[in-house]
C-alpha cells in the first residue's frame, strides 16, 4: 500500500443508504469499508456498484474457519474485485497461509487484493483479554504475537488499535487502525480509540473512520476535516 488512506466505513443497512450518503461527496472517489452488515443485506451487488462508481474496498468480513474452508470462500472473493480483506489472526498460521493462497488462486496472482489479519478487536480492553478470552499475556503482547504470526505467513498487515502500531517493526507491512474518533466524539463500543493526528504519528499506514463521519449533521464536512488533519500529522 504505497498511499496512506482514510478509509470511511459504510456502516448502513442497504445499497440506498450507502448510495444516499455517497451522493453527499459529489464525484469524489474514497475507500469504504464494507463490513457485515451492508454485505450480508446486499451481496455482491454493493461491491460491483462501489466499484462501477470507482471507490476502492476494504471487505471488511473478518474469516475465521478451518484453513480449507478460508482458502476455498478467499478464491471467490478474490473474483469480486475488491482491494483489501480480512481475516482473524487467531485462526492461526496454517489459515493465514491458506487465506491468502485462496486469493491468488482466485485473482491468478494478477491484482490480488491484499490480506491483512484482525488481532485483537478495538471493543476489548485489558481486563476483558484477561477475565473473558483467559489471554495470560497483556494486550499488547497478544497483538504483537498476532503480527508476527501474520508476517510469518506473508499476509500483508494487521488491523489493530493505533497505541500497538509502535509495536509493530516489519518493513513493507500494513497497520490498518479502526478506533477513530475526533476529540469531541463520544467513543461508543471501541475502548481503544485515539485521533486522527494522533494515529498519524503513532505510524498508522491506515485510519478506518465510521461513525465519526457516517453520523455527522453534515459527514462530507466531517470526512474533509478528518482527512486535513490525519493527512497534516
Given at each position: ?154 499476509l500483508d498487515g494487521v488491523v489493530c488499535s493505533p497505541h ?70
Amino acid at each position: 500500500m504505497n498511499e496512506h488512506p482514510l478509509i470511511v466505513a459504510l456502516d448502513f443497512p442497504s445499497i440506498q443508504h450507502t448510495q444516499s450518503f455517497l451522493q453527499r461527496f459529489d464525484h469524489e472517489k474514497i475507500y469504504v469499508k464494507v463490513g457485515m452488515e451492508l454485505y450480508y443485506k446486499e451481496g455482491p451487488a454493493i461491491l460491483y456498484h462501489l466499484k462501477e462508481t470507482g471507490h476502492k474496498i476494504f471487505l471488511d468480513l473478518k474469516l475465521h474457519d478451518i484453513p480449507h474452508t478460508v482458502k476455498y470462500a478467499m478464491k471467490q472473493i478474490a473474483s469480486l474485485g475488491v482491494d483489501m480483506v480480512n481475516v482473524h489472526a487467531t485462526g492461526g498460521k496454517e489459515m493465514m497461509m491458506a487465506a491468502k493462497e485462496g486469493l491468488e488462486i482466485g485473482s491468478g496472482k494478477e491484482n490480488t487484493p491484499k490480506c491483512i489479519a484482525v488481532t485483537q478487536l478495538t471493543s476489548i480492553d485489558e481486563e476483558m483479554i484477561h477475565k473473558e478470552l483467559l489471554i495470560e499475556k497483556s494486550l499488547e503482547e497478544s497483538v504483537k504475537h498476532f503480527s508476527q504470526l501474520a508476517y510469518e505467513s506473508s499476509l500483508d498487515g494487521v488491523v489493530c488499535s493505533p497505541h500497538e502500531v509502535p509495536l509493530i517493526k516489519y518493513e513493507d507491512f500494513i497497520t490498518v487502525t479502526p478506533g477513530i474518533r475526533l476529540s469531541t466524539d463520544q467513543k461508543n463500543d471501541q475502548k481503544r480509540v485515539t485521533t486522527p493526528e494522533e494515529a498519524k504519528k503513532l505510524g498508522s499506514t491506515a485510519i478506518v473512520v465510521g461513525r465519526s463521519i457516517t453520523r455527522s449533521d453534515d459527514p462530507y464536512t466531517a470526512y474533509l476535516e478528518i482527512k486535513k488533519q490525519w493527512e497534516e500529522a
